[in-house]
């Protein structure tokens, strides 16, 4: 099955994470992480009140490594939904909208129907969708620097399967 002047519409599209920036921002939270070390062992009148901040870098850190070390797609779109990294698969009848988004903060997102959860990791999307709501972002989002293609490249890749979830 073929949509006029596209690609099949049994198309699987995939989108993959930008390692080698994953990488220096990895390496960058790491050498932060450890000035605050360096910090508190030389001159901090109070060295553990630095270790929660070295704690959380460290672990941003690790975070970031292993995302650029995931070969998977974070996102993949095809006829029956979206297959989000994190989050699973998320069939078209459980998706409410999605968007490329511009701006400051170029990045696609998109949004779950009211009462639906994702199959994996509930919780952090619940966190996700309220922090991105204070900065009026989608739901689940992902950000263009981070990535290897455009938020337009992700729409296109969805308008194909289904054209009237795009806000």
């Not at 870098?57 to 490594?65: S, Y």
Request: aromatic share 8%; proline share 10%.
């Amino acid at each position: 099955m073929t949509a006029p002047g596209g690609p099949p519409s049994d198309a699987r599209f995939e989108f993959r994470a930008h390692a080698l920036k994953l990488r220096l921002l990895s390496w960058l939270v790491a050498g932060l992480a450890a000035l605050l070390i360096w910090y508190a062992a030389t001159a901090a009148p109070a060295p553990m009140a630095v270790a929660p901040v070295v704690v959380l870098l460290l672990v941003g850190a690790v975070t970031a490594g292993r995302l650029a070390s995931d070969p998977r797609p974070v996102l993949a779109v095809d006829a029956e939904g979206l297959e989000d990294r994190l989050h699973g698969r998320i069939p078209w009848r459980d998706v409410a909208w999605y968007r490329a988004q511009g701006g400051i903060t170029p990045g696609f997102g998109w949004a779950l129907k009211k009462g639906v959860q994702p199959p994996r990791n509930r919780n952090i999307y619940r966190v996700q969708a309220v922090l991105n709501a204070l900065s009026g972002l989608p739901p689940r989002s992902y950000r263009r620097k981070l990535l290897l293609a455009t938020p337009q490249e992700m729409a296109a890749a969805c308008r194909v399967h289904r054209p009237e979830l795009e806000r």
